[in-house]
Nanobody, 131 residues
Framework: QLQLVESGGGLVQPGGSLRLSCAAS????????IGWFRQAPGKEREGVSC????????YYADSVKGRFTISRDNAKNTVYLQMNSLKPEDTAVYYC????????????????????????WGQGTQVTVSS
């Protein structure tokens, strides 16, 4: 069974950091582009960041640029989202998703924040930023 599992969420104070992990089971991530998305209560799911299968291309939403870093360790079959300088508005359920058609040399753009591009989704991990 193909699964993505997010972990690393929790409660953190404003200005703090968290590192989210997205691990795959039942398949290897090394041929998939991976996206991180988030959904706050009452809001639509939005793209946060994405990374190509080769890690040669990354893309960030303006709201997180300079604060979040996406990376991957294909040997560990895991993609990470390092989140620094967290703000209350970062509070959301964070999801990772896998796209198998992008190709290793893709140049990622905001088009890769379209939900329909992704073939597999995790169940999400809650991130709460509050004092």
């Amino acid at each position: 069974q193909l699964q993505l599992v997010e972990s690393g969420g929790g409660l953190v104070q404003p200005g703090g950091s968290l590192r989210l992990s997205c691990a795959a089971s039942g398949f290897t991530l090394d041929s998939y582009a991976i996206g991180w998305f988030r959904q706050a209560p009452g809001k639509e799911r939005e793209g946060v960041s994405c990374i190509s299968s080769s890690a040669g291309s990354t893309y960030y939403a303006d709201s997180v640029k300079g604060r979040f870093t996406i990376s991957r360790d294909n040997a560990k079959n895991t993609v990470y989202l390092q989140m620094n300088s967290l703000k209350p508005e970062d509070t959301a359920v964070y999801y990772c998703a896998a796209n198998e058609k992008a190709g290793s040399k893709v140049q990622l753009t905001g088009a890769f924040f379209r939900l329909g591009r992704y073939d597999y989704w995790g169940q999400g991990t809650q991130v709460t930023v509050s004092s």
